[in-house]
């Protein structure tokens, strides 16, 4: 369980981006973040594994708490939070096989990483994870070949092979088109409900975040503007979250993009 206590975040140019964020996400529940550009969302996901230091506040990953570890304690750490990426952060020269057990360096070390000497069980898991994202017949392309999509899914695979607790999403889709929007939105929330494990997804489509997603979290200026079903999220609370939109004409345009996407 993930359990943020009065969470916040302050630049040092005084810009508030985060304010008295408490926030519980059970194991297995799939959250999305939702909310305006600079409301705090990228920020948030940050603050969990400590990519960018809270201001104040507490963040618990079941009996432990993030926001006071040490750098060793934090690295040993952030084994169990998973993250997935927007721009993929893949090393493009590195084949999909290579990228994937990245994704075990915190638990096997530099140099054995470096020389490609991985233990056979991390090879035998990432083959098993590229099968089930549907790319083992892509194990040794380089990453620089592949399409936005099949990037994302390597990504995917980076992170389940740390076998962690929590998956941190960062803005999956925002480079793809609907059609793979949707395919790896799907394949996060299985993954996730085959392992048990809780996500964090800051997603900017709200339609996809409605469709795929079991709760979500509205951000408005650093605060929780909302936090429910998808199926709460009416014209009304749209607009306590973005501004003044007309939420139902947006809502058919995102239908019928889906649709023709089919």
């Known amino acids: 369980m993930l359990k943020l206590e009065q969470l ?4 040092r140019t005084g810009d508030k981006a985060l304010t008295g964020i408490d926030l519980t996400v059970p194991d297995g529940q799939v959250l999305a973040l939702i909310g305006p550009s600079g409301a705090g969302k990228s920020t948030l996901i940050r603050c969990i594994n400590r990519l960018v230091e809270p201001t104040a506040g507490r963040v618990w990953l079941d009996d432990l708490e ?3 570890l040490s750098a060793t304690g934090l690295r040993n750490a ?12 893949l090393v493009e020269r590195l084949t999909v096989m290579e990228n994937v057990l990245s994704g075990r360096l915190g638990y ?18 990432a083959f098993r994870l590229l099968d089930r ?9 380089r990453a620089d070949e592949l399409s936005g999509g099949q990037r994302q899914r390597v990504g995917i695979c980076r992170a389940l092979i740390q076998n962690p607790k929590l998956l941190l999403v960062d803005e999956p889709t925002a480079s793809l088109d609907p059609k793979t929007s949707r395919q790896i939105m799907r394949l996060i929330c299985e993954l996730c409900a085959e392992r048990g494990l809780a996500a964090i997804i800051n997603i900017h489509d709200v339609a996809l975040a409605q ?4 709760r979500v979290v509205g951000l408005r200026a650093g605060s929780i503007a909302f936090d429910g ?7 009304e609370v749209l607009t306590s979250i973005y501004g003044e939109e007309d939420w139902e004409a ?11 996407a089919e």
């Open 78 to 89: 952030r084994r169990q939070m998973g993250m997935i990426f927007q721009e993929y952060a």
């Open 250 to 260: 947006t809502s058919q345009q995102a239908e019928d993009e889906s649709e023709g």
């Open 229 to 235: 079903a998808p199926d709460r999220l009416s014209p």
């Open 108 to 125: 096997v070390g530099f140099w054995r990483s470096y020389l490609r000497r991985y233990p056979q069980a991390d090879v035998d898991e």
């Open 133 to 141: 994202v549907g790319l083992l017949a892509m194990a040794d392309k």
């Open 8 to 11: 916040e975040k302050t630049y």
């Open 66 to 68: 993030l926001t006071r």
């Open 211 to 214: 469709r795929f997603v079991q």
